[in-house]
């Protein structure tokens, strides 16, 4: 047990009674409602924070480099090349890299790929649609972030689908603030995608990410009926709806990895790690 003396849980060097007391008496409370307290090492501290902020520096100049080599004729193995490149060079290392058994430096999901493609040795071609999925550690630091690419001209669909992942990652983000449920990022976002025509991908989510890749809590971007972990500051984790345009099943390829849409159609995904702070979120990359 911690007096309200003693010094704080999170490494703040703050008396207890100065620092998280209040939030884990709201915890408690909220407990006794049926939500989920989130464990103490889920909530990074200041240290950690800067460590997040180094490693999505790295996340991030990827994201914003990549998009002038995605282009027809490009492969998927050219584009993980670069990936591998540029996070070697900063002192990084490629996350999905040998993750359990993935084979490359990033995952490439093409049209109906709704996650976790594998770069190859195909060609890009005009209208294409791609999600391109970058993790990366630095010095035991993980941060997560993927972004839709266009190849060429696009179909109307293809831009429509894209456009609604995108609204749907910052809906599900404007649900973030201190003592919300995980639980209310999945209830808006399935109903804005719903009212698009468009439905949700079930078997993936987001998670939390830190000092691991896949932390707790598990991030459902639909609508469990389950009252969920409450957040509170310091908690980082990703949001990464995958919109499929017809229904949202999915098969595995033989690869183990590839998840395709079962109807063949068009799938779109956008990702942001997110830390919670006093009086909302801050987007890391
Ligand atoms: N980056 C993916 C995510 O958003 C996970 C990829 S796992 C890998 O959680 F092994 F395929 F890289
Ligand atoms: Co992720
Ligand atoms: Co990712």
Redesign the pocket.
Known sequence: MISRNDLCWCGSQKKYKKCHLQIDEKLTALEQEGYIRPGRHLVMNEKDIEGLRKSAVITKGILDQVGERVKPGVTTDEIDAFVHQYTLERGGRP??LG??G?P?S??TSINEVI??GIPENRALKEGDIINI???TELEGYFT?A?RMFTVGEVSEKAQKIIDCAKDCLEIGMAQVKPFASFSEIGLAIEAYAISKGFSVVRD?G??GIGKK??EDPHVSHYDTHQKGMIMIPGMVF?I?PMINEGTYKLNILEDD?TAVTRDGKLSAQW?HTILVTDDGYEILV
């Open positions: 996350a999905p993750y359990h993935f490359k990033c995952c996650c976790h999925d970058v993790t997560d993927s993936f987001g998670h890749f896949h990703t990464e990895w990702e």
